[in-house]
Structures are given as C-alpha cells and as structure tokens.
C-alpha cells in the first residue's frame, strides 16, 4: 500500500517546478500552447452558401439538414450538373441527380472553405 503522501508531490517542489519554467529562456510560451491546429480567425468562414464559382467536379457540399453531395459533373453550357448522394462514409448512396445549375443554387447547398471539410 502506498502512502498517498509519498507520491504527489510537495508544493514547494511544484512552485520551484514552474517557476524554473516561468524562468528559464529556452522555454517560450508557445512551447506550452496546445498543438492542436490553429483555428481560423473568426473573420475567415468555414462553412458557406454555394455559388456557381464554387462549382467543381469532386466537389461535395451539404445541405440544412447535413445531407451531403459530390459533384460528378458540370456544363456550363447547358446550364446543367449531376451529383450523387453520399453516405457517412463518403459513399454513394443514391442515383444521379440532374438540376440546372440555377436549381441546384436555389435549393441552398453549402460548401467548406478550402482546405476544409463538412
């Protein structure tokens, strides 16, 4: 049996520890920052309504309700696309859909930013 006394630590020993730290030059700040990525700033929008710029083969966006879609292919001259429905796992889950690209802006779809994902 131990004895809980022995194994934490004194608090003069903690104190020195972190004052050593708070001291020491070779230990900066960022060095006990988290090392998880960055987040965006807030300015910089992660998630966002679709536009027909935004339209690109591959491309997958997500409607209100999380549904998600990949674009399989666009005319521009025809005004058309197609997309597929996509399961959790990215897979299709459905038949190809074919609305006009104005149809396909008009039902709200949204995208992530580059570099991002839904």
């Given amino acids: 049996m131990h004895n809980l006394a022995t194994a934490l630590p004194r608090s003069d020993e903690t104190q020195s520890t972190f004052a050593q730290l708070g001291s020491s030059s070779n230990h900066s700040s960022s060095r006990l920052a988290s090392s998880n990525q960055a987040m965006p700033p807030r300015t910089e929008a992660t998630i966002r ?19 998600r ?13 197609s997309y597929h429905f996509l399961n959790d796992e990215l897979r299709v889950q459905e038949g190809i859909q074919e609305p006009s690209i104005e149809q396909f802006l008009a039902e709200g779809w949204y995208m992530a930013a580059p570099r991002r994902s839904l």
């Fill in 49 to 67: 309504k679709a536009t027909e710029p935004d339209l690109e083969v591959g491309s997958i966006c997500a409607d209100r309700d999380g549904n």
């Fill in 69 to 81: 879609i990949r674009i399989d292919r666009i005319d521009r001259g025809a005004g058309t696309l």
